[in-house]
């Protein structure tokens, strides 16, 4: 099993969830929880291996299924990276599951280096760290815990890149979901709510976009949009503004759902487009 066979199987556990929540959107359930867990322990997995292997022992386990494989130190194979897609996701799911904390160590040694992080969405995975892990990059000399300028300040770096990136391809930088997933992050290390479910509609709404073409059950999850909502809840303490089954609630909470409790000012502000956050077929 390498990095990109834990990615694959992670897929296929979030195409299962997400044929769960065609039938329960809620998925409130324990299978659902289950399932959820087996895909972040698979796509940690990934992040394990690109971190770790060959040089460093370490074991991948998948409770769902009762499966698992250990790593000697040493063994043959050369080190593979993990494109930044796949360390996304797993990022998300464990952020999702409350299991990121637990493998700092494995997404620091597993993402893009500076000198590698061209694109836009290696500014969101930066973002990420640093708001999330307080991870500020490689600079020895930075704070720990950082402040909230410091945060402020890296997510705003990493925006100006994408506006940067974008610029030169002569596209419009609006419509990005990378971008505004940023955007949406830095709402929320600045404690804006209005903007940040602003930013979070947006970013739904290029969600539905792709999900109206793509063939996989995994679509309906969209796994960004679910931890930026997850990060919001258990650290604001704010509820979308938006209720959708893009959102679960249950996924959002990390425990059973009980009734939607919109802010009822960005429901009335949004509400001529509320259809729009409905998934494919609804």
């Known amino acids: 099993m390498t990095a990109n066979d834990w990615s694959l199987l992670a897929g296929e556990f979030l195409d299962h969830l997400g044929a769960l929540s065609v039938s329960h959107p809620a998925l409130d359930t324990p299978q659902a929880e289950a399932v959820l867990r087996a895909a972040e322990q698979a796509a940690t997995g990934a992040v394990a291996f690109a971190a770790y292997f060959p040089g460093h022992p370490f074991t991948v386990s998948l409770d769902y299924v009762n499966f698992g494989v250990s790593y000697d130190a040493g ?3 050369s080190h593979v990276s993990l494109g930044t897609f796949d360390w996304l996701d797993a990022f998300c799911l464990a952020v ?3 299991t990121v904390e637990r493998h700092r160590e ?3 040694h597993a993402r893009n280096s500076r000198e590698e992080a061209r694109f836009p969405v290696d500014a969101l995975a930066e973002g990420l760290m640093a708001y999330v892990l307080g991870d500020l990059g490689d600079d020895e ?4 815990p950082p402040t909230e300028e410091q ?3 890296a997510i705003d770096g990493g925006l100006a890149r994408i506006r940067a990136f ?4 002569g596209s419009d930088v609006g419509g990005r979901p990378d971008y505004l997933a940023l955007l949406a992050l830095r709402a929320l290390a600045a404690g804006d709510g209005e903007a940040f479910d602003a930013a979070l509609g947006r970013l739904l709404l ?3 976009s792709f999900g109206e073409v793509s063939t996989h059950p995994r679509s309906l999850l969209p796994l960004t949009p ?6 919001a809840h258990r650290r604001r303490g704010w509820t979308p503004a938006v209720e959708s089954d893009y959102l679960p609630r249950a996924v959002i909470t990390g425990r059973e759902a009980s009734g939607p409790a919109n802010r009822a000012d960005m429901v009335a502000a949004l509400r001529s487009g509320a259809e729009l956050f409905g998934r494919p077929g609804e």
């Open 75 to 77: 063994a043959d194979g």
């Open 96 to 98: 999702l599951t409350g």
């Open 106 to 108: 494995a997404f620091y």
């Open 141 to 144: 000399d930075a704070d720990y």
């Open 151 to 153: 945060v402020l300040a």
């Open 166 to 169: 974008v610029a030169e391809l």
């Open 206 to 208: 290029t969600y539905r």
């Open 226 to 231: 679910l931890a930026l909502a997850a990060l």
